[in-house]
C-alpha cells in the first residue's frame, strides 16, 4: 500500500466510516461504501458529500471491488456485517471497531472475552487484519486539527508489511502511528477507547482526550511481568 490511490471500501456509512470515507476521498483514493441499505437517502447524502468518485453499493460488493477494507461497524453488528462480506481472502482490513458494552452499572465495559480485532480475524482468516483508528473521534478523523495538537494512532496485526502500509496510510491523513505489536494486543487498543468516552458519561460534553505516545524507557531490571505486591 504505497502512496498511490486505491480503491478502498469502506463498511459502515456512519460516523466512522463517513469520516474515513471523506479524508480518503480528499487524499485521492477511490471510496466505495458498503451499506446494507445502499440507495437509501442518508447513504445517497454521504456519497455525494464525499464526492471524488464516491460510490456505494452492498457490503459483498463494496468489498468485491477492493483490496482494503475499512471495517466502521458497531461490535454489536460486526459478525453479521462480516459475514455480508463475502470472499475476503488476501484483502486487508483496517478494523476500526471496539468490542464495547455498557454494563450494569452504567460504565463501558469490553463486551468481549478477546477483542473485536481478535474475532474479525478468526472470522476472516484468508485476509489480514489491522487495527487503527479506534482510539480517535470521529470527527478529529474528520478534522485532526480539531484535537488543537498531534494525535497517535496505535496500530497492532501480526503481517509486519500490511502493519506498515496501514501506517503509511494513516500517516497520510495527518496522524502519527505507533506500532504497538500483533494483533492479540487489539484488547489493549480497545480498552484504552474507553477514555475517550469519560468526558460524555459524567456529562462533560465540552471536554475530550486524545492519546499522543512516544516510546519510553523500559525498566534497566525486570523481574518479568508480574501482579505487583
Ligand atoms: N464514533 C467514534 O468516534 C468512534 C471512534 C473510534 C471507534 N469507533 C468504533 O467504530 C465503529 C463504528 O462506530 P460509529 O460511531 O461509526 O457507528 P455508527 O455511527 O452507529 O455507524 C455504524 C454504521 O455501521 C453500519 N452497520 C452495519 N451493521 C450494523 C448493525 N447491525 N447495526 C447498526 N449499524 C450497522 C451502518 O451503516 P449501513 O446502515 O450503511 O450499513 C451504520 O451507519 C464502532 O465499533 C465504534 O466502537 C467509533
Redesign the pocket.
Known sequence: MSNATKTIAVI??????GAIGGRLASLGHTVVYG???PDSEE?VALVEKTGDGATAASPSEAAAAADIIVF??????AE??VNSLGTVDGKTIID???A?SFGAHGLMEMASDTS?GESIQKWLPGSTVVKA??????HVIANPDAAGGPVSVPIVGDDADTKTAVADLVQTFGFETIDVGPLVHARALEMM?MIYIVPYLQGRKEDAFEYYLRRGAAPKVSAGVRAAG
Open positions: 459502515g456509512t456512519g460516523r466512522m466510516g451499506s446494507r441499505s447513504t466502521a461497524v458497531p461490535w454489536a453488528g453479521e456485517a476500526v471497531t471496539n464495547l473485536s483508528f479506534n482510539t480517535v473521534g470521529f477507547s
